[in-house]
């Protein structure tokens, strides 16, 4: 997760981080705002070609 101030990555980062999950944080919100935006392309892409294959 991203965010400009410190204070609020570390709190999030220790209020949601448990041996199930790992959360990471950094200060670049237009890198993560971008890598989100790109995965759910390929995530949008990868279905359709799956739904194209269950055609045939």
Do not use: H, P
């Amino acid at each position: 997760m991203a965010s400009n101030n410190k204070e609020v990555r570390d709190k999030i980062q220790e209020e949601f981080m448990s041996e199930e999950l790992r959360i990471y944080t950094c200060d670049d919100t237009k890198g993560v705002e971008l890598g989100g935006a790109l995965k759910n392309i390929i995530a949008f892409c990868a279905g359709v070609a799956a739904r194209n294959r269950s055609w045939r």
